[in-house]
């Protein structure tokens, strides 16, 4: 065995052909807050790597005509006034590969996790301009989220950007891990931005308690980290995401969350001496975001049929959502799923606002099965919402308004849901065909959860048939929706009967 | 603010126009110096350090700087020199005694560095190893 090793560095040794190496350099002539300010350099080249003499990596982002402006990467402590800084002529790139899935990863790819090196193949620039429109092709395939809200309502397909608005504390970061909770076949990859170490490592923990780590990949830029690192996390996620993408795999990557990105980002450009705009933000906030989001993609079948699908995440404040920087990711995103505190603390969850958030590219992806029943949810949440703000005001109502309102009462409480339980296709269609059919009209609102657990009980009991027939053909024929009828109507008058004894 | 900004900008352009060839023109800089000598005295005191602060970034620029572990021998360096001339503008030559080096020699012109030093030969050897 040594003398293998010996054999080899022997071998590269007699192979090694010694060059002078010609580099550029520049001197440090200030240096604080992450940030250095260089002299020389003359030859290098914008987002340049920079080796500084302590073993620092940097990264050129300013380029003046005596001066350089480099973030630095790591502890900045150790560099002084005088040092010399060279070129690498190189551009930033991080490791990519099978090899991070259920590892816990910094800013720059290294892990953080205790569980060793990661040993990988591929490395992939963190800088990269989107696929081009010829090597795309439009959503047609569902992300399901297991979120019954947001999968018959406000679909998401693959290779979409769908942004989570919210203030805080309304369960942005649950849907988000519902979603990765879901996903069998899709590659995750979680970043989470400028958030408390702890809160991070509950999530890790919590992804492993569900067995969703073996599929998942996090990046973590906490608090505790330079605000370059901050700034980077979203690339080096979206780069690995897009490793999955190439080689033809579908991925998943969230963003969590972007304001704190914004904010890690002003602070660099103002370190950076960046002339600043609106709130303090550089000119170019709306280009960091729409870079990044833009290089999530649907591809085409002649470029690999993989797809990154993006779920950044926007923290608003005081519930407003036309300041800044929510209003330039909306503008990109394709739709937002809009979370409200009010109805957070009225007991709805997921505190979705059904009558503001939209996917504007996800209906093509949703299969037929979800279809014939999202049409009639729809019409029917829309009218209760009309109707229910009308009755506050009168206090009789005609027996068909009535009716109306209490249906979308009951619709309401099938589409609460408790964190980190998602519900598969055909648990969600039968669900909602039930109750947009009038089957949960008769029982009493206080029951409909009851009656929904049990009704999906049992049909994966006694009628396993229906859902396993709905989730191969992913449709409900007219000979199904018979059966359905037949199943769920025996089941009604034995829950009646039940509930009754119960009573 | 702004006026400091255009003074700086203009003493930076003095420097260029003082080095035309990479080379110091004694009479221009004595001009510019008059110049700026006739601004208000306090943009004046701000101008003339500006301006000498870029007199020396474009006599760095052509300075050819020879470390090496032991003291050349003028020939050695003149020889040097005539190598370099082809590619670069040299108007000082230094030759600064490092015995970190080891062996060999590290060649400096403006940002521009050239490492034959023995040195950097091992780093290279111990990056072929560990790799």
């Known amino acids: ?503 | 603010m702004t006026k400091n900004k255009q003074l700086k900008k203009l003493a930076q352009k003095c420097g260029k126009f003082c080095c035309p060839d990479g080379r110091l023109d004694e009479k221009k800089v004595v001009s510019v110096i008059k110049n700026l000598k006739s601004l208000p005295r306090s943009q004046a005191i701000f101008a003339v350090s500006e301006f000498l602060k870029a007199l020396k970034k474009q006599k760095a620029q052509t300075t050819l700087i020879v470390e090496s572990s032991i003291p050349l021998p003028k020939t050695m360096l003149n020889r040097i020199v005539a190598k370099l001339k082809a590619d670069y503008i040299i108007s000082e030559v230094k030759n600064i005694v490092n015995p970190a080096l080891l062996g060999g020699l590290k060649i400096k012109v403006g940002d521009s560095v050239t490492d034959y030093s023995l040195r950097d030969k091992i780093s290279q050897l111990r990056e072929a190893i560990t790799a």
């Open chain 1, 1 to 503: 065995m040594k003398t293998d090793i010996i054999a080899k560095i022997e071998q590269d040794v007699k192979a090694l052909k010694f060059k002078a190496q010609k580099q550029n350099v520049g001197t440090v002539v200030e240096i604080g807050d992450g940030v250095a300010r260089i002299e020389g350099l003359s030859d290098v080249g914008s987002l340049e790597l920079l080796d500084f003499s302590s073993g620092t990596k940097g990264l050129a982002l300013n380029l003046e005509q005596y001066s350089v402006g480099a973030v630095i990467f790591g502890d900045f402590t150790k560099i002084k006034e005088g040092m010399e800084v060279k070129t690498t002529g190189q551009v930033l790139q991080v490791p990519v590969g099978e090899e991070l899935v259920g590892r816990v990863v910094d800013a720059l790819g290294s892990p953080v996790d205790g569980k060793g090196p990661i040993k990988v193949k591929d490395h992939y620039p963190v800088e990269k301009i989107a696929p081009g429109v010829i090597t795309r092709q439009s959503v047609n395939t569902p992300l399901q989220t297991g979120i019954k809200a947001i999968d018959a309502l406000i679909p998401i397909g693959r290779g979409q950007r769908e942004l989570i608005i919210g203030d805080r504390n309304t369960g942005k970061t649950t849907i988000a891990v519902d979603t990765i909770i879901n996903q069998r076949d899709v590659v995750c990859i979680y970043v989470a931005i400028g958030q408390k170490t702890s809160k991070i490592a509950q999530l890790v923990a919590k992804l492993e308690e569900l067995d969703a780590m073996d599929h998942t990949i996090v990046v973590a830029a906490s608090a505790a980290d330079s605000a370059t690192m901050q700034y980077l996390a979203p690339y080096v996620g979206c780069a690995m995401g897009e490793y999955f993408m190439d080689v033809g795999k579908d991925a998943l990557v969230i963003y969590d969350d972007l304001s704190k990105h914004a904010w890690a980002y002003r602070q660099v450009s103002l370190l950076l001496r960046r002339p600043s705009g609106r709130e303090a933000y550089p000119g170019d906030v709306f280009y960091l975001h729409s870079r990044l989001l833009e290089r999530s993609a649907r591809m085409s079948k002649e470029h690999g049929d993989g797809s990154l699908t993006a779920l950044p995440i926007i923290e608003t404040q005081a519930n407003d959502v036309s300041a800044y920087i929510p209003t330039n990711v909306i503008s990109i995103t394709d739709g937002q799923i809009y979370l409200e505190p009010d109805l957070f603390y009225a007991g709805v969850r997921p505190a979705l606002n059904v009558g503001i958030s939209v996917s504007r590219v996800g209906g093509a992806a949703q299969t037929k099965a979800m279809k014939s029943v999202a049409g009639r949810l729809k019409l029917d949440l829309a009218q209760f919402r009309e109707l229910q703000a009308f009755a506050q005001f009168a206090q009789d109502l005609d027996p068909a308004t009535k009716a109306q309102i209490e249906r979308g009462r009951r619709i309401t409480e099938v589409l609460k849901q408790p964190p980190y339980s998602p519900v598969s296709v055909e648990e969600q269609v039968v669900a909602l065909w039930s109750v947009t059919n009038g089957f949960m009209d008769e029982v009493e609102v206080d029951k409909v959860k009851e009656f929904e657990n049990k009704y999906v009980q049992h049909l994966k009991l006694r009628e396993k048939k229906v859902l396993n027939e709905i989730a191969s053909k992913k449709e409900l024929d007219a000979g199904m929706v018979k059966e359905l009828e037949r199943v769920t109507k025996a089941f009604v008058n034995s829950f009646g009967k039940g509930s009754k004894k119960n009573g």
